[in-house]
């Protein structure tokens, strides 16, 4: 019952990208469109997600779509700084690893996490296992925002996750 | 006038993406070792190419091709870092040693 | 002022990135180690993706799109398959011996 | 061992550097890139720019003339890359497995790939069903095919991908592209009198070019995640 549901919402969803892609549309798009959603939704629902899904709603895709516009308050400062390590005839960098404890627990929270560390200059995740994820800093400063927790903050915040009900 | 303010919007995304592909090569050519590398170049060239494509994507409008644009920077900003990872994972889970500064030299 | 569009700035700008994914051959080239190629080819392949695009619009070929984004998904493809056979073992780095 | 290895090299080569003479004479009979007496400048791009929009039955011209005038050619294309791959298959059936390592796939990879999979489906099916319009269909499309068949048997293993179809309908699957076509040409003599002759009636005739493009598709993308399975081991050629 809940593969069906799933199917029925993966479908929706494939057919509005397929739109998307046939943008100047005519009525033979829209049969195709569904016939193509229905099939792709069927394998992925019945085929590849059977072992897990990925747990991943609408609600928690508008979120991610925020976090994105949120990633970019992070992302241009951090990317100066980078950048003026680069130009840096001396190229001052002192690399580290370090490991860190993530208190997330979701799936699409810690992969969440993972690509956010990795698009944040500076950082980059080597592993992530478990809870524990490996970054390589480029200098033991950069990782501040991360050992702090404020990162992981704003990633509960935008995808509307409240720790407690996990 | 608001052509021109279109115009120079446009111009300056797209001119900053480019510089921010420029920093990516740059950091691929002169950083040492692979990891310090496959630092600059995920954050710059997801950078750089969000925002030549942010840029061409106003310039087009929301017809179709802004659209088709804006899922190419969606699929861009979840596939480079995923690359990046997958990249350095390997590196590190078959050993290849991070280069420190202690060191004094490239450790490869 | 008036007449003035960034299709030809688009021009300049692909030269630019063609330029910068030249260099970047040069560490695909230089190595030293197997997953430096392999970052080298796929910075390559997100400079031609863009560079697909820019050319598309700056010519009016809106098709030239659908062909970015499917230079970007084989491009993410050959990624991730290479890094997958490097971490088990298929293809050897030359720092485990 | 080794002698044998050594004249088989020699062999390899021999054999190589003799088909090699004829195809670079070959190549330097073509007439100079650009200049306007070639064949291909002459008469026959007039013609088909001329004629493809209104009698090729699709919005492409270069669909049209592929589908159209160069049918055979396009045959011919289909069974290369079919050959190609029984070539490839042969020798990468060799690759040793000593040293192969049980590390699981990255999380990040595994989530992104399995969020990502149903969309890249999509996407190969709608660049294949709207081939007549956009450049490549059948073969552009096979090739993300396939890539979606490779990135998920990185998340679900090979084996399990592979073996969603038994080793013989895999390669059914393979010579899809083609038999389809050569389905294809026999329908056409039946309808119109020629080989390849697609009928002029506008729903039949799109009807069937789509067809084409699934069975080219299909076979492309058969043949991709096919030598995939070879490289890793899961399935011999």
Known sequence: ?166 | MLAAVHALIVSFLVIAGAAFFFIGTLGLLRFPDFYTRVHAVTKCDALGAGLVLLGLAIWSGPDGEGVRIMALIALLLLSSPTAGHALARAAFRTGLQPWTREDGDESD | ?97 | ?237
């Open chain 3, 1 to 97: 002022m008036t007449d003035w569009s960034p299709a030809s700035l688009f021009w300049a700008v692909v030269i630019f990135l063609l330029i910068n994914a030249f260099a970047c051959l040069w560490r695909g080239l230089a190595g030293p180690t197997l997953p430096d190629r392999i970052l080298a080819v796929n910075v390559i392949g997100t400079k031609t993706m863009v560079v697909l695009v820019l050319l598309g619009l700056a010519r009016e070929q809106g098709i030239w799109l659908d062909v970015a984004l499917v230079y970007g998904l084989l491009s993410f493809t050959v990624t991730l398959v290479a890094s997958r056979l490097l971490e088990t073992g298929l293809l050897k780095g030359a720092w485990r011996d």
């Open chain 1, 1 to 166: 019952m809940k593969t069906v549901r799933r199917w029925v919402q993966l479908s929706i969803a494939l057919w509005l990208f397929w739109l998307v892609l046939a943008m100047p549309l005519d009525l033979s798009d829209l049969f195709w469109g569904l016939a193509v959603a229905g099939l792709a939704g069927l394998g992925a629902s019945f085929f590849l997600w059977r072992r897990q899904a990925p747990g991943l709603g609408a609600r928690n895709l508008a979120g991610l779509i925020f976090h994105v516009f949120d990633l970019v308050r992070l992302i241009v400062p951090a990317a100066l700084q980078v950048a003026r390590v680069v130009l840096d005839p001396s190229l001052p960098v002192q690399p580290r690893i370090i490991v860190y404890k993530t208190l997330l627990r979701g799936e699409l929270e810690r992969v969440t996490l993972a690509n956010t560390i990795t698009l944040t200059p500076g950082t980059h995740c080597v592993d992530l296992d478990g809870d524990r994820i490996t970054v390589h800093c480029l200098a033991p400063s950069f990782a501040d925002a991360l050992v702090d927790g404020r990162v992981e903050r704003r990633i509960l915040r935008s995808l509307g996750i409240s720790q407690a009900d996990d």
């Open chain 4, 1 to 237: 061992m080794n002698a044998r290895r050594r004249t088989a090299r020699i062999l390899a080569f021999a054999l190589l550097a003799a088909l090699a003479g004829p195809l670079i004479h070959g190549v330097l009979q073509l007439p100079a890139p650009g200049s306007a007496d070639a064949p291909a400048h002459a008469n026959v791009t007039a013609n088909y720019v001329e004629r493809g929009a209104e009698s090729g039955g699709a919005e492409n011209l270069v669909t049209g003339v592929l589908l159209n005038f160069r049918a055979l050619d396009t045959f011919g294309e289909v069974i290369v890359i079919f050959t190609a791959w029984l070539a490839a298959a042969a020798v990468a059936g060799a690759v040793s497995e000593t040293g192969r390592r049980a590390i699981p796939v990255s999380p990040v990879v595994d989530y992104v790939i399995r969020a990502l999979g149903p969309f890249i489906a999509a996407f190969a099916l709608f660049v294949i069903v709207n081939g007549h319009v956009l450049p490549g269909g059948g073969f552009q499309g096979g090739v993300v095919l396939g890539a979606m068949l490779i990135l998920l048997s990185l998340v679900l293993g090979p084996a399990p991908v592979a073996g969603a179809f038994s080793a013989r309908h895999w390669a059914w699957l393979r010579a899809t592209g083609v038999l389809v076509f050569a389905a294809t040409a026999v329908i056409g003599l039946a309808l119109t009198g020629h080989l390849f002759g697609l009928p002029a009636e506008p729903v039949l005739r799109k009807s069937l070019m789509i067809v084409l493009e699934l069975g080219i598709g299909i076979g492309g993308g058969a043949v991709l995640a096919g030598l995939f399975f070879a490289v890793s081991g899961v399935q011999r050629s």
